[in-house]
């Protein structure tokens, strides 16, 4: 695990990708030599795997999370598992496809605060079909418990037949 | 509509909210007397309005909240709805009754620049039973058109007869 | 609101829908020109009203469908939602265009019975896209009351540019 | 597996189900002692297993739940994915402890049927809190492909500290 330090964070140009399938754009990004978008940067989060149908990330809790109450904001584990869910459906599609997340949806099952260790959010695809891919994400403390976990729906672009 | 650089960021203490319904928390915040949450310096959004059984929130896209394809995460979103849909069920808590989200669900219908005008977020309450509330919320670009919409539920916690 | 005795239930002919937009077809179902589906017949439900965007059904509770607590079961208030939904964007499709139900989401408000008086179940499209339509939907007791609410996403097929 | 016509549907009187765990209850259904649910007759489903924090369902499509398309109605996997979700909750819930189902959201994968051979749903919780448990269930084929999933969560009533 890379300390987040290292990580550089933009947007690759559109050369830099042509002719990556989905899964090695992603495996690129964990690779450091495609930059960890910049809301990762934002709220303290970035993909550390990825296989086929597979995605997880790691996310940083802090006080720059913070919901009026104190907690960690649902919003931070909702991003963990939209983005996980996405990859993971990502890390199926072939040269030239994208895609659009067309809803996603989760359960929070336990607090999250600002000393809590590093979280794992894990997303595999649950049903691939001609255009839609659905996955199911779990984010998990440190020592395995479920904090939350939800399922993103997404549709691909492109390149279809 | 105050511009987001006169907002004080923070959390009350204890005994600023003590004696107060959920509704006066959130109009103290919206009116500058208690800080809008870490959260909302970090992405970019602040509660603008709150009623019985309602809250509408404002967000300003920006490069920060990118994603790897170079829009606005869906994490933002979702988090806009989250928040707004909470607040929603908050406004109708009486004093000392405090609450969690069990679940957010939400639906993307449009994309979100890092150029996109300030998007408004709005929930209302639908059901309100005795532990459980859930509200739908819509976020709306400048001109009126739906982004996405989504529903929150939360249980009351506390006080509860 | 015609008694559901006088309901003919079945499946349309291919030839009896050809060169009928989404909407037309609803109406003819509403009208008794062709019939309603099985599964209204063994729910006790069936479609009452539909505009351009927009479907109500019907339902009528009893013994039927009560789940082994004694109260009607979920299942029956998400058919109702998973109805409506995909009737509302239905509504919209022109001539030739088919559609899916991608995924159904709805929350509980409060309980039903087996002598609760007829529902209603009323949806109205939130959002379309070139190829992806989002309704919400709610079921109302005789008096008004939120019973249930939700949301549906329907995928559309065929004859799409 | 019985062949369905051997089942008997039905309520349990009060005193049947006294003293019995929720593990205990669906066990006795499963067994013949207790009736299965009249929903469980009218929709031809019915349950067939149950463990600590998972319950599994048999379903029969058939030309009773066929939607105006002259498919099987995604209500019917809702209804499956709903009870298959509620049981997996209630098989963890100790003598005198009640639920309600807060929720329920499905995403469809694959097109069933009349003729589809008998479907199987299965469910197990994925997070216990105090009061809401959180359950993942999954609606397979004959051949063990995932036509559908999704996610119920319930709030637990009575007897809670």
């Known amino acids: 695990?890379?300390?987040?330090?290292?990580?550089?964070?933009?947007?690759?140009?559109?050369?830099?990708?042509?002719?990556?399938?989905?899964?090695?754009?992603?495996?690129?990004?964990?690779?450091?030599?495609?930059?960890?978008?910049?809301?990762?940067?934002?709220?303290?989060?970035?993909?550390?795997?990825?296989?086929?149908?597979?995605?997880?990330?790691?996310?940083?809790?802090?006080?720059?999370?913070?919901?009026?109450?104190?907690s960690v904001h649902g919003g931070w584990v909702l991003t963990l598992i939209d983005s996980a869910g996405g990859c993971a459906g990502h890390s199926l599609l072939p040269v030239g496809v994208g895609y659009t997340t067309i809803e996603t949806k989760a359960n929070f099952a336990r607090p999250i605060t600002e000393d809590s260790a590093r979280v794992r959010a894990e997303a595999r695809v649950v049903a691939q079909g001609r255009q839609i891919i659905s996955a199911e994400a779990k984010v998990l403390s440190s020592d395995g418990k479920v904090l939350a976990h939800g399922t993103s729906t997404i549709m691909t672009l492109g390149n279809t037949k």
């Not at 890379?2 to 754009?25: F, N, Q």
């Not at 970035?46 to 996310?59: K, N, R, Y």
């Open 1 to 70: 695990m890379r300390p987040p330090t290292e990580i550089k964070y933009g947007l690759p140009a559109a050369a830099e990708v042509a002719g990556m399938t989905g899964r090695e754009i992603l495996q690129a990004i964990i690779d450091g030599k495609l930059p960890q978008a910049p809301i990762s940067q934002t709220m303290s989060f970035w993909i550390t795997e990825v296989g086929d149908g597979f995605a997880a990330f790691e996310g940083q809790p802090g006080g720059h999370l913070l919901n009026p109450m104190g």
